[in-house]
């Protein structure tokens, strides 16, 4: 009896090792270590190739167990100002004084040539 548990103990280290050899090859360490073994779902009966697909599946699935960082894409500003800054004015004044101009032709004070009714 105890040889038979000695045998399935020193299988279980051996599938353990496999599977900690396949994640350490992809950059795994540390906790991250072993939380993707953990995570690392394989057959008892698996062999090295289906062990180093599983791994590799873990790794496209979870990158930053494996030391990669996910960063998020930043957004554009708005009008393709720098980030944390108004954007720029598409058309400015053409001469000063020029915006009170053009008010006062709008409201009817003064004409198109330019004379004060």
Known sequence: M???RREEAAAERERSALRRGALVALGASGEDLTDAERLLISDADADETQIQAAAEA????RPELFGEVRTPPVPAAPAGALAGRAPTRT????????????????????TESGDAR
């Open 2 to 4: 105890q040889a038979v």
């Open 58 to 61: 873990l790794r496209a699935r």
């Open 91 to 110: 058309v400015a004044p053409s001469r000063p004084g020029a915006a009170g101009l053009e008010m006062a032709r709008r409201r009817g004070l003064v």
